[in-house]
């Protein structure tokens, strides 16, 4: 009988660093809804990426979750500000990522901020992100800032809403050949 739990702990260690050294699908689909502000104090600091892994080129995949990002429209009151699917690569428990949209004004960008992830069976997701707007000279005139802590568990769409902003995250583990990936089509149903 001792022998037995020595081997079930073992196989869960074992079964955590996997999750831990494996390569994720991530997709972030980040909007704006009825068209508020949330304007803060301070201004996005210079060093907003804070040490995090830029994602190149290299690292971005095509997005799936389009059907979703449809249907966040000015008609129905939502302003899509990034949507961005990587590849992420995960050598040990804890992951942070930088991502930015639009055009780089003096080293900002309109949406500039990092994912911190904390990788296992029920991912922890800390979003730290910047909303800015520039002046003429391009200079930053105003930040908005949406931080916020989820779980977010793998395969699923999760919603995470910070008003007046709000974020759909997904992660997928991704399997090796011998283990194929579940078919999961548009799970448009799951939002209807």
């Known amino acids: 009988m001792r022998y037995m739990i020595h081997f079930a702990l ?21 909007f704006r809804q009825d068209n508020a502000s949330l304007p803060v104090s ?29 249907k966040l429209t000015p008609d129905s009151g939502y302003e899509v500000l990034l949507h961005q699917t990587w590849l992420q690569h ?3 428990a804890t992951a942070k990522v930088a991502v930015m949209a639009g055009p780089a004004r003096f080293e900002h960008y309109p949406v500039e901020g990092s994912l911190t992830f904390s990788l296992a069976r029920n991912n922890k997701v800390q979003l730290d992100l910047w909303f800015n707007q520039f002046n003429p000279d391009h200079t930053l005139l105003s930040s908005e800032r949406f931080k916020h802590r989820a779980t977010v568990a793998n395969d699923q769409v999760t919603f995470i809403d ?23 089509a548009n799970h448009a149903e799951d939002f209807e």
Do not use: M
């Not at 196989?11 to 980040?30: D, H, N």
């Not at 997904?170 to 579940?182: D, E, F, G, V, Y």
């Open 10 to 30: 073992l196989f869960s260690l074992c079964s955590a660093q996997a999750f831990a050294q494996g390569t994720q699908l991530v997709e972030l689909i980040v």
């Open 42 to 70: 301070q201004l996005a600091p210079d060093e907003w990426a804070q040490g995090a892994t830029l994602i190149t080129r290299k690292l971005q995949r095509t997005t799936q979750l389009d059907y979703l990002a449809k």
């Open 90 to 92: 995960s050598q040990d």
């Open 162 to 184: 910070h008003y007046p902003f709000g974020a759909l995250i997904r992660i997928q583990p991704q399997r090796t050949q011998a283990s194929p990936t579940p078919n999961r």
